[in-house]
T-cell receptor, first 117, second 109 residues
Framework: DTGVSQDPRHKITKRGQNVTFRCDPI?????LYWYRQTLGQGPEFLTY????????KSRLLSDRFSAERPKGSFSTLEIQRTEQGDSAMYLC???????????????FGQGTRLTVV | RKEVEQDPGPFNVPEGATVAFNCTYS??????FFWYRQDCRKEPKLLMS???SGNEDGRFTAQLNRASQYISLLIRDSKLSDSATYLC??????????FGPGTRLSVLP
């Protein structure tokens, strides 16, 4: 399967625990995005990388959230001291930004559904 | 005001109906435009890109009006399998993808 893959698919955690999610993008894609989606809403942007550089972070991303893409391939999203309000679907997407042209479409992984109890 | 807004929905239409979705965006620097489809509890998937001249893919037609910052999606002869949430997405050059809240469509037998 050469699509975007995310792990785990589901995570249930107790409030106050730390969780980490992984995303493996499509191999030749230089852009990697993280989004959060709650029921009945569209995906909300969290952060994105071009290769290993984190280019933008949303104001939604509190200090408890951190993301990395150390070698420009896979990425991790960590949430520290989880709160019930963190319960959501966390979606990863990747795209190819060719030099000096418009961005191509983003391809999404199946998401990680986080439930904080 | 949200950066991308869509018809609130839901739309409940009979099979065979024609349905149109509207989307407006606030960032005039937006360069790329897309419609995504999202089935319940699944990830969004690209339905079609939207080009300045408008484009058609089978029963689906997308239009873009840059002056009005308006995007539309028309679905003709709707099928039960078209039931989903339709997400309008815009992207500025070198920027992230911004999603609208989505419009839910239910096609009824």
């Amino acid at each position: 399967d050469t699509g975007v893959s995310q792990d785990p698919r589901h995570k249930i955690t107790k409030r106050g625990q730390n969780v980490t999610f992984r995303c493996d993008p499509i191999s030749e894609h230089n852009r990697l995005y993280w989004y959060r989606q709650t029921l009945g809403q569209g995906p909300e942007f969290l952060t994105y990388f071009q290769n290993e550089a984190q280019l933008e972070k949303s104001r939604l991303l509190s200090d408890r959230f951190s993301a990395e893409r150390p070698k420009g391939s896979f990425s991790t999203l960590e949430i520290q001291r989880t709160e019930q309000g963190d319960s959501a679907m966390y979606l990863c997407a990747s795209s190819l930004l060719p030099h000096r042209t418009l961005n191509t479409e983003a391809f999404f992984g199946q998401g990680t559904r986080l439930t904080v109890v | 005001r949200k950066e991308v807004e869509q018809d609130p929905g839901p739309f409940n239409v009979p099979e065979g109906a024609t349905v149109a979705f509207n989307c407006t965006y606030s960032n005039s620097a937006s360069q790329s435009f897309f419609w995504y489809r999202q089935d319940c509890r699944k990830e969004p998937k690209l339905l079609m890109s939207v080009y300045s001249s408008g484009n058609e893919d089978g029963r689906f037609t997308a239009q873009l009006n840059r002056a009005s910052q308006y995007i539309s999606l028309l679905i003709r002869d709707s099928k039960l399998s078209d039931s989903a949430t339709y997400l309008c997405v815009v992207n500025g050059y070198g920027q992230n993808f911004v999603f609208g809240p989505g419009t839910r469509l239910s096609v009824l037998p």
